[in-house]
């Protein structure tokens, strides 16, 4: 199994971005993805998850109303939507994959397998 970010990049304050995790190689569709990010002298914090079916996400207070994750299960493909970036948004950016039925708060759960991450920085 493989999970593939991308869509990193610069950008001012206020601007937008929109990450892809490209999973493939995984045998079932029921799987749930969760987006994380790390920035330097920080722990890495969970940002966003979609459920295993894509019918409900969560997020980190942080990000709520400014990001928004979908997925395309026929591309098997989860994307982030980034609007309203800040400075404090700067971070490398993984997705991870849960295999199995799961929905709401996954970021303290243990994810099976994770992509290598896509830098994010946001300009003041």
């Known amino acids: 199994l493989q999970l593939q970010a991308s869509g990193g990049g610069l950008v001012q304050s206020g601007g937008s971005l929109r990450l892809s995790c490209v999973v493939s190689?995984?045998?079932?569709?029921?799987?749930?993805v969760t987006w994380f990010r790390h920035a330097p002298g920080t722990e890495r914090e969970g940002v966003s998850s979609?459920?295993?079916?894509?019918?409900?996400?969560f997020y980190a207070d942080s990000v709520k109303g400014r990001f928004t994750m979908s997925r395309d299960i026929a591309k098997n493909t989860v994307y982030l939507q980034m609007d309203n970036l800040k400075p404090e948004d700067t971070a490398v950016y993984y997705c991870?994959?849960?295999?199995?039925?799961?929905?709401?708060?996954?970021?303290?759960?243990?994810?099976?397998?994770w992509g290598k991450g896509t830098q994010v920085t946001v300009s003041s």
């Open positions: 991870a994959a849960k295999a199995g039925y799961y929905s709401g708060n996954l970021f303290d759960l243990r994810h099976d397998y």
């Open positions: 979609i459920s295993s079916t894509g019918g409900s996400t």
């Open positions: 190689g995984f045998t079932s569709d029921y799987y749930a």
